[in-house]
């Protein structure tokens, strides 16, 4: 059996409220659905983050619909877990997964299926105040697992050894057992080993966020296959991945120099950052006159003081840290609560966060949670 092992796409998202940034997401995933389709792949696996958000615009549901008819129309299996993005927090909400014919969408119900003798089980992703919870489900999934002699974990979750900020386990603590672990949340490529198996963040299929944007230089952007006789990961490119052109200037002439670096055909995103002493002012409508032609979006920055760190470090702030600083008082589960909470609420999930504070004060009130 020949799995494809995707995650991340995030169809519906339109960075800067820009038109062509939606379509780039629905372009990446048409080109993984093509791939998919000439590698004659059995099985399609998705690891979370189908969608943006949680209700995605009727436009995200189509190109998502349109993909997943052409797999099942090819004989692919099409899996799927719920990730963050594009599920509700809140008691009988339904993922927007549900809606689609010829989908497995693994969920705390129906949490494993088996195809051509592989044990494929997954877990939505659960936050981690539900950190209970997810063990216990995976724990259950392993114990099925040892009946096969191949088997497959489906988690759309951050371990602490690749999300240090914001994880929701400690990669020691998954439970073992597994011949491969396909996981999502995390939108850098990641392929590693873990309990004998191999342990794989595809990563996402656009650059979503500036902070991916040195692992797209370094990585590009892509998908797995893996053949389940040995599990071991594969590798795909995707080819229309829309460039971003990043860099420090200082100086008029290092912006007109940056219009060298803009490949033909694809116009590209360019994340300027202007540091030092000149005039900023003078800076930035020469990055305009030089650069808005033939960019798709041009991002301009002041730094103020010189950094080497400046990318290396991108836009990760520890916010975990300043609001662990901040809420100094409270027992570890309520911080954690909080923490959850801050990023639902800090996304606009409103419904999630009091989905979220429902289930903490309903815990909280039989005593469970102290
Ligand atoms: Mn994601």
């Known amino acids: 059996m020949l799995f494809a092992h995707i995650a991340d796409t995030h169809l519906g998202y339109r960075q800067f409220n820009?038109?062509?940034?939606?379509?780039?997401?629905?372009?990446?995933?048409?080109?993984?659905?093509?791939?998919?389709?000439?590698?004659?792949?059995?099985?399609?696996?998705?690891?979370?983050?189908?969608?943006?958000?949680?209700?995605?615009?009727i436009r995200a549901l189509v190109e998502a619909k349109r993909?997943?008819?052409?797999?099942?129309?090819?004989?692919?299996r099409v899996v799927m877990i719920p990730g963050n993005h594009d599920m509700l927090m809140r008691r009988g909400a339904m993922a927007p997964h549900a809606i689609f014919d010829g989908v497995d969408v693994l969920t705390l119900d129906r949490s494993s299926i088996v195809i051509d003798d592989v044990f494929i089980g997954g877990v939505p992703y659960l936050s981690k105040s539900y950190q209970d919870i997810l063990l216990e489900n995976i724990r259950g999934l392993a114990g099925e697992a040892k009946d096969y002699k191949q088997s497959i974990l489906v988690l759309h979750q951050g371990l602490d050894k690749y999300l240090p900020y914001e994880y929701e386990l400690g990669a020691g603590e998954l439970p073992e057992g597994f011949s491969y672990y396909a996981m999502g949340h995390v939108h850098s490529r990641i392929e590693d080993e873990y309990a004998g198996g191999h342990i794989c963040y595809p990563g996402s299929t656009e650059i979503w966020r500036a902070d991916e944007v040195a692992d797209w230089e370094k990585s590009g952007k892509g998908f797995l296959t893996v053949d389940a006789g040995d599990m071991r990961p594969r590798r795909v490119?995707?080819?229309?991945?829309?460039?971003?052109?990043?860099?420090?200037?200082?100086?008029?002439?290092?912006?007109?120099?940056?219009?060298?670096?803009?490949?033909?055909?694809?116009?590209?995103?360019?994340?300027?950052?202007?540091?030092?002493?000149?005039?900023?002012?003078?800076?930035?409508?020469?990055?305009?006159?030089?650069?808005?032609?033939?960019?798709?979006?041009?991002?301009?920055?002041?730094?103020?003081?010189?950094?080497?760190?400046?990318?290396?470090?991108?836009?990760?702030?520890?916010?975990?840290v300043l609001l662990d600083d901040a809420l100094g008082g409270l027992e570890e589960d309520e911080r954690i609560f909080a923490f959850d909470l801050f990023k639902r609420l800090g996304h606009g999930d409103v419904e999630g966060g009091q989905g979220l504070a429902d289930d903490f004060y309903l815990h909280w009130k039989r005593g469970e949670g102290q």
Do not use: Q
């Not at 590698?39 to 983050?49: I, L, P, Q, R, T």
């Not at 993909?67 to 692919?76: A, D, E, Q, W, Y």
């Open 18 to 57: 820009l038109e062509e940034r939606e379509l780039d997401f629905y372009r990446a995933w048409h080109e993984s659905v093509d791939i998919m389709i000439s590698e004659g792949v059995d099985v399609a696996v998705h690891s979370g983050d189908l969608f943006d958000e949680p209700r995605p615009p």
């Open 237 to 320: 490119d995707l080819s229309c991945v829309r460039p971003v052109v990043r860099a420090e200037v200082s100086s008029v002439e290092e912006i007109s120099a940056l219009s060298g670096r803009f490949e033909s055909g694809s116009r590209p995103v360019v994340s300027l950052r202007i540091r030092g002493d000149e005039d900023f002012n003078v800076l930035y409508e020469k990055a305009k006159e030089v650069l808005s032609e033939g960019s798709l979006y041009l991002d301009v920055r002041k730094i103020s003081a010189p950094t080497d760190e400046t990318f290396a470090r991108g836009e990760a702030i520890d916010l975990k």
């Open 67 to 76: 993909g997943i008819k052409r797999l099942t129309s090819k004989g692919v």
